[in-house]
Each structure stands twice: as C-alpha cells, then as structure tokens.
T-cell receptor
Framework: ETGVTQTPRHLVMGMTNKKSLKCEQH?????MYWYKQSAKKPLELMFV???????ENNSVPSRFSPECPNSSHLFLHLHTLQPEDSALYLC????????????FGPGTRLTVL | SQQGEEDPQALSIQEGENATMNCSYK?????LQWYRQNSGRGLVHLIL?????REKHSGRLRVTLDTSKKSSSLLITASRAADTASYFC???????????FGTGTRLKVLA
C-alpha cells in the first residue's frame, strides 16, 4: 500500500451519467495530482493541486471537473463523458509540488459506454 | 514536447537473466525517475537520479544517466517472475515541477 487510496476501483458509465472519482492520501502530503493513462499512450498529467489551490490544468476538457476540499482529498467529477475518455485514472500525491517523488494510488478503471 | 521515451517497448526474458531498459528525453532536466507499474495498478517509485549523478544502485536495480546523450538506462539483475511489469521513466523540465512520463517498457520474466 502506498498510502494513497482511490475509489471506486472500477466504474462503467454511460455518456449522460454524472459520477465522481475519489482519492484520499494518508501521507500528510500537500500536493495532489490527477493523471490519465490510456492504452499505448504516455501518462497524461491532468490537474495539480498544491495546498488546496489548483496550480495546473493541462488543457483538460470541462467535462472533467476537479475538486480539492482539503489536502488529503481530491475528487474528479465526471459528466457527459465520451467513449475516448475510457482509461485508467491515477491519483498521486507528494509533499508539495517542489518534491520530486510522487506516490500513486491504484487507479480507477473507467469505461464510458 | 519533452518526453521520456522508453526502449524497447516490450521485453521478454528468462528468470535469472538481466533486463535492460532505456529512456531518452529531449530537454535539460533536474532529475529522472523510474517507476514500475503492475498490470492495471498504480505506479510505484523505484529510483531517482539527479542530473549531476551518473549512476545509482538500489538492490537489484542499477540506473545510469548520460546527460550529454539525454538518456538513461535501468538494469534489473537476476530477474524474477515477480519483476514482470511495465517500467516508466519520468523526467522533469529544469525549473518546473511537472514530470513527463514515457509510454513504458513492458517486461515479462518467464519462470
């Protein structure tokens, strides 16, 4: 266990559904990240939060909406997704954004029908 | 764009053999990291090497960095079936905190 948990581990949703992914870290870190991992493509950084403030939005479509209520929790709200959004969504945390090493959660496998 | 690109894309070896994976990148970096990912799981940090270091060891892992060639290699010695996973390098752009990951090398160690 890395100290970063993600729920649910698997999610199947239709294009008109609204769902949320949750990430929680028990490491006392202050920076949290969302990544998207699609088959045969590099891991893509989506959002970065440092001390609850969003510091990076890597040109992510507005159908993905992050929320960071505190340094331990990070959400990714999903609505009107497309089939090409199907991927493994990974959450990570680090002490802060100046820290080199990130700890990753196990990911949520998302399938959009 | 800066990206770590691993080579080969896939590698299959017998247990006990050594496995070597390479990573190339495009721009100056502060450091380079290697991560491991078991199928469908999160990434696990293996080792970090800074731009002023040339070689680093951790157990059966040996990482080298050649900044003149903008490349790094990960050597796993005496491989085990449990080493079967994908291995990624991640590089940061000097002056930023953003890490760019490559597409990974899928290693399969046959028992």
């Amino acid at each position: 266990e890395t100290g970063v948990t993600q729920t649910p581990r698997h999610l199947v949703m239709g294009m008109t559904n609204k769902k949320s992914l949750k990430c929680e870290q028990h490491l006392g870190h202050n920076a949290m990240y969302w990544y998207k991992q699609s088959a045969k493509k590099p891991l893509e950084l989506m959002f970065v939060y440092n001390f609850k403030e969003q510091t990076e939005n890597n040109s992510v479509p507005s159908r993905f909406s992050p929320e960071c209520p505190n340094s331990s929790h990070l959400f990714l709200h999903l609505h009107t997704l497309q089939p090409e959004d199907s991927a493994l969504y990974l959450c990570a945390s680090s002490q802060d954004t100046s820290t080199d090493t990130q700890c990753f959660g196990p990911g949520t496998r998302l399938t959009v029908l | 764009s800066q990206q770590g690109e691993e080579d080969p894309q896939a590698l299959s070896i017998q247990e006990g053999e050594n496995a070597t994976m390479n990573c190339s990148y495009k721009t100056s970096i502060n450091n380079l990291q290697w991560y491991r990912q078991n199928s469908g799981r999160g990434l696990v940090h293996l080792i970090l090497i800074r731009s002023n270091e040339r070689e680093k060891h951790s157990g059966r892992l040996r990482v080298t960095l050649d900044t003149s060639k903008k490349s790094s290699s990960l050597l796993i010695t005496a491989s085990r079936a449990a080493d079967t996973a994908s291995y990624f390098c991640a590089t940061d752009a000097a002056g930023t905190y953003k890490y760019i990951f490559g597409t990974g090398t899928r290693l399969k160690v046959l028992a």
